[in-house]
């Protein structure tokens, strides 16, 4: 198993391009996470879904969009990027709530 | 979001001594502590967790403890070795139980 495969590992943007940072699991799990890393902060929830069709918004989710189409994808959108958004972004999943997240590589996002 | 607080944000101990992290939370709905481990420039990867019904947890040289009255939570590392060098993250259940809020994180080193 690969567990979680996030793409693209490193990104350079300009300002008000778009993007999407891609993120596939391949152990079945239901409830999938997004959250972004800055520089000696802790991880900040920006998405989450608990199943192929639902998504909700966690404590930082203003500039960013997901989509739920399927089990393995939880995909994250940057519409118009800004420098504020320059992060280090982890995509997790887990079997249930409550249960260990396992995390990708992460990506890491510069917008310049 | 609810307020996870960790303390030290820094720790250097010697090797073989023992570390404790200290994590508070303000949700009295929180169940679930799990402890993360992240090296440089790696993912966050689960270290040990612990469940709301059980007040301490150990696996090896790593042990966790629960106190649910005062709402704060620890992780004890004994005979510290220069490989347990590393930012340690806590975290708790959100009270809508679907996703964790992180502590900022503690950097220890371990020096031989």
């Known amino acids: 198993n690969a567990g979680v495969t996030q793409t693209p590992k490193f990104r350079i943007l300009k300002i008000g391009q778009s993007m999407t940072l891609q993120c596939t699991q391949d152990m079945n799990h239901n409830y999938m996470y997004w959250y972004r890393q800055d520089p000696g902060m802790g991880l900040k929830l920006i998405y989450y879904s608990v199943g192929a069709g639902i998504t909700d918004k966690g404590e930082v989710p203003n500039g960013y969009n997901v989509s739920r189409s399927t089990t393995e994808d939880f995909p994250l959108r940057l519409e118009l990027a800004a420098p504020s958004q320059t992060s280090v972004y982890f995509c997790?999943?887990?079997?249930?709530?409550?249960?260990?997240?396992?995390f990708g590589d992460g990506t890491r996002l510069s917008i310049l | 979001g609810e307020n996870v607080e960790q303390h030290p944000s820094t720790l250097s101990v010697q090797e073989g001594d023992s570390a404790v992290i200290k994590c508070t939370y303000s949700d009295s709905a929180s169940n679930y502590f799990p402890w993360y481990k992240q090296e440089l420039g790696k993912r966050p990867q689960l270290i040990i967790d612990i469940r709301s019904n059980v007040g301490e947890k150990k696996d090896q040289r790593i042990a966790v403890t629960l106190n649910k009255t005062a709402k704060h939570f620890s992780l004890h590392i004994t005979e510290t070795q220069p490989e347990d060098s590393a930012v340690y993250f806590c975290?708790?259940?959100?009270?809508?139980?679907?996703?964790?809020?992180f502590g900022k994180g503690t950097s220890l080193l371990v020096t031989p």
């Open positions: 997790a999943s887990s079997d249930s709530y409550n249960q260990p997240q396992h």
């Open positions: 975290a708790a259940s959100m009270n809508s139980g679907y996703a964790l809020n």
